[in-house]
């Protein structure tokens, strides 16, 4: 169900015709739900909404100004605003229509999750599901997905394909731009005649005639070459095409989806045809901004592998809401939970498929998954150092002391600290670090392995502390 908040006191009509029109009444709330969409109206000049409410819930949130109300539009949505609207008398339309859109949205949302089980409960994967049912099904125009190695795109090239009910009842055909043979190109797009070349046996349909009514779908179409992308332009401008060795023009109507890792604008790719491919993009959120997905995602793919075992165990029913996994996979402990969500997943979503199929292969029983499941290579560096006792003669032990050093360049990186500066602060932060706990020049030399002349150089070099320093105090 929508909400409605009005801040301004005493607007009994605007609330009773808000709430006529189906909405609930949360002015009073202090919280809402973060999956309910709504609107705020501002009915003075000095009415604000809070930011905090419309970062809680972005893209759910409709800003209504009534007449004489004026605000900035851009700052409302930077905020997580989804529209501002100026209300025109009692005319509540502009509203509704949105709120209505969102209903909508949400119950295709929720067949296409159930019927596939497209997995996310992120407030950014569902950010992502939305907007693109929305295009898919409201919208005939090309789709372009956008995002890193991994995340997903093909799961959201068949997505658009289903939804779109003028499509879905064709063929959903994929092409992977990276394998194909530059020599063998024409054939793969066009299609070629029984005879056109050497070994051409008997005719073959292309991609172009097997996606006729359905959906074509380009992955990586960045690595097109600059032949393809002009006779891919004409296919998409014409809606013609010809068989290589035919002679006639042949029509076909298809929806295009592309799919791409690289900033098309900057590689030089054709922008004619970027254009033609972009007229809907939409940008595939990687892992790492799907925290809450990690652990979700992991017990799915364990259950899809536990239901590939013949004669396995048995397990639980399938369960679980719009957007959540099946609930047969088996749990996780601590230790392996922590783990996973503190990796940062350059490889996404396949990196973490991969990684439940190894595990899958280790685990037994239908007890949690523990440590000893990951194989080694996936297993993070232990926390306290292993003792001299366990390590084995002949063995280089890893250096324990990467793991925190790790964090803090992670954390500099973010704060956008350089490599210069992170180079000369390190070294300075060492060379305190030495003297301190040396107690003195020689056995710091010593602890960071320059000679003593040399580090009297870079103490020398440092700026001195200021004589308010405590530090500076306490030495004199």
């Avoid at 990951?374 to 150092?385: S, T």
Wanted: proline share 8%.
């Amino acid at each position: 169900m929508a909400w409605f908040r009005v801040p301004a006191p005493g607007r009994s009509s605007l609330r009773t015709r808000l709430t006529a029109a189906g909405l609930r009444d949360a002015t009073g709330d202090v919280d809402l739900p973060a999956d309910e969409p709504g609107v705020v109206v501002l009915s003075r000049a000095q009415d604000v909404v809070d930011p905090a409410c419309l970062a809680r819930r972005p893209g759910r949130v409709v800003v209504a100004l009534a007449p004489g109300v004026d605000a900035d539009p851009w700052s409302l949505l930077a905020c997580g605003a989804s529209d501002v609207v100026r209300l025109h008398g009692d005319d509540l339309r502009p509203v509704l229509d949105r709120l209505t859109r969102w209903q909508d949205v949400d119950v295709l949302v929720r067949a296409e999750t159930a019927r596939t089980g497209v997995v996310g409960v992120s407030q950014a994967w569902q950010l992502f599901v939305r907007d693109l049912v929305e295009v898919a099904h409201w919208s005939s125009a090309p789709v372009l997905l956008v995002g890193e190695t991994g995340v997903g795109k093909e799961v959201a090239a068949h997505v658009v394909h289903r939804v779109d009910t003028r499509r879905r009842q064709h063929e959903l055909v994929l092409l992977d731009c990276t394998t194909v043979v530059p020599t063998l190109a024409g054939s793969e797009f066009f299609g070629h005649e029984k005879g056109a070349f050497t070994g051409a046996t008997t005719a073959h349909e292309g991609a172009f005639a097997r996606a006729d009514g359905g959906t074509l779908f380009l992955d990586e179409v960045g690595e097109l070459p600059p032949v393809l992308q002009a006779a891919l332009l004409r296919v998409v401008q014409e809606g013609t095409y010809q068989t290589v060795g035919g002679t006639r023009r042949r029509r076909t109507d298809f929806r295009l989806v592309a799919a791409t890792n690289r900033d098309l604008r900057a590689d030089g790719f054709r922008a004619d045809l970027y254009h033609r491919l972009a007229a809907m993009t939409l940008r595939v959120p990687p892992l790492r901004e799907r925290r809450d997905d990690v652990l979700p995602l992991f017990r799915h793919f364990l259950a899809e592998q536990g239901a590939r075992v013949v004669g396995g165990p048995a397990r639980r029913p399938a369960g679980g809401g719009p957007g959540r996994p099946r609930d047969d996979g088996p749990e996780l402990s601590p230790e392996v939970a922590d783990a996973l969500c503190r990796h940062d997943w350059p490889g996404n979503v396949r990196e973490l498929r991969q990684l439940a199929v190894r595990v899958a292969a280790r685990h037994v029983g239908e007890g949690p998954v523990t440590p000893g499941d990951l194989p080694p290579e996936d297993r993070p560096r232990p926390a306290v150092p292993a003792s001299p006792a366990s390590v084995v003669p002949g063995d280089v032990p890893g250096p324990q002391w990467e793991h925190g050093l790790e964090g803090a360049v992670r954390d500099a990186l973010r704060a956008g600290v350089g490599l210069k500066e992170l180079k000369a602060r390190t070294a300075d932060l060492a060379t305190r670090v030495a003297l301190d706990v040396g107690g003195g020049t020689l056995a710091a030399a010593r602890l960071l392995g320059v000679s003593r002349r040399a580090l009297d150089y870079r103490t020398a070099a440092q700026d001195r502390p200021q004589p308010t320093d405590p530090s500076s105090d306490a030495s004199s």
